[in-house]
C-alpha cells in the first residue's frame, strides 16, 4: 500500500500545479473570444446586442493579474461598447429611418464610425492578449 501512495501523491501534486495561472487572465481571453464570436455569429442585431451586453458585464467582473491582460480587458470593454453603439445605430436606421433620408444618413455614419472604431479597438485587445 505505501508503494502505490508515493506515485499518488506524486500525481496529485501535478494535477494540482497544472492550470495554476490567474484564472481571472484566462477569463479575459475566453470572454474576448466569445465577444469576437457573438458578432461574427450573424445572429440578428437585437440577439449580438444581447449577447455583447453579457459579454461586457463578465469582462468587467474578470479580475486578471498581468499588465497586458487588463490592457487587452480594457480595450475589449470599450472595443464592444463601440460594437454595441454600431449595432444600436444598425437598428434605429433599419427599424426607425424608412423614408427618412437625413436620419437614415446619420444613423448609417454612425453604424460605420462605431463599427471601424471597435475594429480598431478589438484588434489592439487580440494583440495585447498575445503578449
Not at 110 to 124: P, Q, S, V
Given at each position: 500500500?505505501?508503494?502505490r501512495?508515493?506515485?499518488?501523491?506524486i500525481?496529485?501534486?501535478?494535477?494540482?500545479?497544472?492550470?495554476?495561472?490567474?484564472?481571472?487572465?484566462?477569463s479575459?481571453?475566453?470572454?474576448?473570444e466569445?465577444?469576437?464570436?457573438?458578432?461574427?455569429?450573424?445572429?440578428?442585431?437585437?440577439?449580438?446586442?444581447?449577447k455583447?451586453?453579457?459579454?461586457?458585464?463578465?469582462?468587467r467582473?474578470?479580475?486578471?493579474?498581468s499588465?497586458?491582460k487588463r490592457?487587452a480587458k480594457a480595450l475589449?470593454?470599450?472595443?464592444?461598447?463601440?460594437?454595441?453603439?454600431?449595432v444600436r445605430?444598425?437598428?434605429?436606421?433599419?427599424e426607425n429611418?424608412?423614408?427618412q433620408?437625413k436620419e437614415?444618413?446619420?444613423?448609417?455614419?454612425?453604424?460605420?464610425?462605431?463599427?471601424?472604431?471597435?475594429?480598431?479597438?478589438?484588434?489592439?485587445a487580440k494583440r495585447?492578449?498575445e503578449?
Open positions: 500500500m505505501p508503494g501512495l508515493v506515485p499518488l501523491c500525481c496529485l501534486a501535478l494535477v494540482t500545479g497544472c492550470g495554476s495561472g490567474n484564472p481571472g487572465n484566462a479575459v481571453e475566453r470572454d474576448v466569445r465577444g469576437l464570436a457573438e458578432i461574427q455569429s450573424g445572429h440578428d442585431r437585437k440577439t449580438v446586442q444581447a455583447l451586453t453579457a459579454v461586457i458585464a463578465r469582462l467582473s474578470d479580475k486578471p493579474d499588465d497586458s490592457r475589449a470593454i470599450a472595443g464592444f461598447e463601440a460594437k454595441l453603439t454600431s445605430a444598425e437598428r434605429e436606421f433599419y429611418d424608412s423614408g433620408v437614415a444618413t446619420i444613423d448609417a455614419a454612425r453604424a460605420d464610425t462605431f463599427r471601424k472604431r471597435a475594429e480598431e479597438l478589438l484588434r489592439a495585447a492578449l503578449d
